[in-house]
């Protein structure tokens, strides 16, 4: 049962450039979650997906940012229009369910340049 | 508003010695706590999660313990290895699954 695998691991944009990146689950995980860590601060919760819905988004910023898990394939984070403050480890996490264990990717670095 | 807060933010230890690195959030309120290890630039490993009816869990050399009516919990090392030297996140979950990140210890455990 493979992790949680994310791509790509390093992802470089100039500003105005759109950035997707992709997460799967772990097998038999419904439940996806986007985290992003910006340089030397901690892990910022974006946004809760099941598949084909988005459960809870308060983390994520009004503008630029979507995230969809359809029911077939990796769920997606897309940022339209990267600008450098951008610029961070995006982390995707799966769970099977609610209250239960969460999994990490290895995380996709986004720079900015 | 639940926060997050780890102490300390940096400790360095000879090779053998037990440690504590301790945890506090400010809203009882949890379904559970987990206890990540992150090596620089990798992702997040999960080590321990403790429901939010339990006391303790352990793995190995690994001990955390969870206070919720304190809103503490801690993580115990026992016989610290060099290969321990990381960055070690708690994180509770609160509602939706949302989880609530401290801002990690960065530990150093030199041989």
């Known amino acids: 049962n493979a992790g949680v695998m994310q791509n790509p691991r390093h992802l470089v944009r100039r500003r105005g450039q759109e950035a997707r990146l992709r997460c799967s689950p772990m097998k038999g995980h419904s439940h996806v979650y986007w985290y992003r860590q910006l340089p030397e601060e901690g892990l910022k919760f974006m946004v809760y997906?099941?598949?084909?819905?988005?459960?809870?988004e308060s983390g994520m910023p009004k503008e630029r940012f979507s995230a969809e898990f359809p029911k077939e394939g990796p769920s997606i984070l897309r940022i339209q229009q990267v600008v450098r403050g951008d610029s961070a480890a995006y982390f995707c996490?799966?769970?099977?369910?609610?209250?239960?264990?969460?999994?990490f990717g290895q995380g996709t670095r986004l720079t900015v340049v | 508003k639940q926060e997050v807060t780890q102490i300390p933010a940096a400790l360095s230890v000879p090779e053998g010695e037990n440690l504590v690195l301790n945890c506090s959030f400010t809203?009882?309120?949890?379904?559970?706590l987990q206890w990540f290890r992150q090596d620089p630039g990798k992702g997040l490993t999960s080590l321990l999660l403790?429901?939010?009816?339990?006391r303790e869990q352990t793995s190995g050399r690994l001990n955390a313990s969870l206070d919720k009516s304190s809103g503490r919990s801690t993580l115990y090392i026992a016989a610290s290895q060099p290969g321990d030297s990381a960055t070690y996140l708690c994180?509770?979950?609160?509602?939706?699954?949302?989880?609530?990140f401290g801002a990690g210890t960065r530990l150093t455990v030199k041989p």
């Open positions: 994180a509770v979950t609160i509602n939706n699954n949302d989880m609530r």
């Open positions: 809203d009882s309120a949890i379904y559970n």
């Open positions: 997906l099941q598949k084909e819905n988005i459960i809870d």
């Open positions: 996490a799966s769970s099977p369910g609610l209250s239960t264990e969460a999994f």
């Open positions: 403790i429901q939010s009816s339990q």
